[in-house]
């Protein structure tokens, strides 16, 4: 068993797992060189070309899981968003949805089929270039897609989304609910085709008061769980911006591990939380562009702070940025692979 899978189920290990939030990424010379002769949505739905970029981090720094290489947006593709990646801007869906006549032109082709090109990635994945590295599946959860179905992009404080939820509710819970049986489907189809884990992305939770976030996060994550088949209990992690103010909710849902943000007490949290849910976190990805010094002592405060509980994985608190130095990375890495964890009798 790897140590990611250990301390996702809370048993102990001999030393801490570490994986990074967009660990394949442009920060990567590597990823670059294939950037450039590619399109992302190219890369990402070219199962060969997904799986080297997979890998690249993984042989480079040897973590300790992998993550699929995709985005949590081929969801949103696949339902009829006319989805493109533009430099400097990020993801531009030309087709927002705003109002009920948008909805009825989304598609109806069942997620597994249009999103084949993941599963056969997956598979050739599993099929030997990972050895024991544990593969990471993932999806966006039901709200974070939607607001970029609605926002049309990335956005700074979901104005369009949170106006469509406050006026027109019902137009909102339509595509809330397809994207609950899309994302249950579409998690299903990765843990069939052999993921070792999974974990949902819901970044935008952090725009929303507490009645909203049990309206539009809880209920969709708990009917996005409910309909996940699972017979292998492939354990399944949840990340959200705005966990310092939402991860005791969160910890009720019958998920393995909570992954955690950067502004989380990381101290708090681990003396509070359920024995039995990991936590996965929170290194504020700005503190890889910081000195080594630096680096070094936020990493010993995480690691007092939640190293010695059963059931920590080091993480970032968001995804790694393209301008992290790689010498950073390596520090990092070194660092936490280094830790023995000791665990209270
Ligand atoms: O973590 C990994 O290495 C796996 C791959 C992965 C990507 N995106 C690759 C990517 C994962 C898990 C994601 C998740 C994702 N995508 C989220 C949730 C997590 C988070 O970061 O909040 C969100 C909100 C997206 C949507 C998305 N995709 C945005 C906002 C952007 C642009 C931002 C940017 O950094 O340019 C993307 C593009 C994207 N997804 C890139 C990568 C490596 C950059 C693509 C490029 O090479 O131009």
């Keep these: ?33 294939i950037r450039e002769r590619h399109t ?3 890369m990402i739905q070219t199962p060969e070309i997904a799986a080297e970029i997979t890998l690249q981090p993984i042989r480079r720094f040897g973590l300790d899981a992998a993550i699929l290489f995709s985005d949590i947006l081929t969801v949103a593709s696949a339902l009829g968003s006319k989805l493109e ?13 705003r109002t009920e006549s948008d909805l009825t ?4 082709t069942p997620i597994r089929d249009s999103l084949n090109y993941v599963r ?10 990972l050895g024991n590295t544990p593969l990471i599946g993932f999806a966006g959860a039901p709200f974070t897609v939607a607001s970029y179905m609605i926002q049309g992009g990335s956005s700074k404080d979901l104005t369009l989304v949170k106006r469509l939820m406050l006026t027109h509710p019902n137009i909102m819970a339509d595509l809330i609910d397809r994207l609950v049986l899309a994302t249950a489907d579409y998690v299903s189809m990765q843990i069939e085709a052999g993921v070792d884990g999974i974990q949902l992305f819901d970044t935008w939770a952090i725009h929303l008061s507490m009645p909203e976030f049990e309206e539009w996060v809880m209920s969709p994550l708990k009917a996005v769980l409910n309909r996940i088949r699972n017979p292998r209990r492939v354990p399944i992690t949840i990340f959200t911006r705005g966990s310092a103010v939402f991860w005791n909710r969160l910890a009720t849902l019958p998920v393995q591990c909570l992954s955690l943000d950067w502004q989380v007490d990381i ?23 910081a000195t080594p010094t630096v680096l ?10 939640a190293g010695n509980r059963p059931g920590f994985i080091f993480n970032l608190g968001h995804g790694i940025t393209p301008d992290v130095p790689i010498d950073m990375v390596t520090r990092l890495v070194e660092q936490v692979q280094a830790y023995q964890p000791v665990y209270e009798a």
């Design 267 to 289: 101290k708090g949290v681990a003396g509070l939380a359920p024995s039995h849910i990991a936590l996965q976190g929170n290194l504020d990805p700005m503190v890889l562009t």
């Design 296 to 305: 070094s002592s936020q990493v010993t405060r995480i690691l007092q702070s």
């Design 1 to 33: 068993m790897s140590r990611y899978i250990e301390a996702v189920w809370c048993r102990p290990v001999d030393r801490l797992p570490i994986w990074l939030m967009r660990q394949a990424g442009r920060y990567l010379p590597e990823y670059r060189a």
């Design 85 to 97: 990646f533009v430099e400097g801007k990020g993801p531009v869906i030309d087709n927002p949805i």
């Design 105 to 108: 032109l989304l598609s109806q």
């Design 40 to 42: 992302f949505m190219n």
């Design 120 to 129: 056969e990635c997956i598979e050739l994945l599993q099929s030997g270039p």
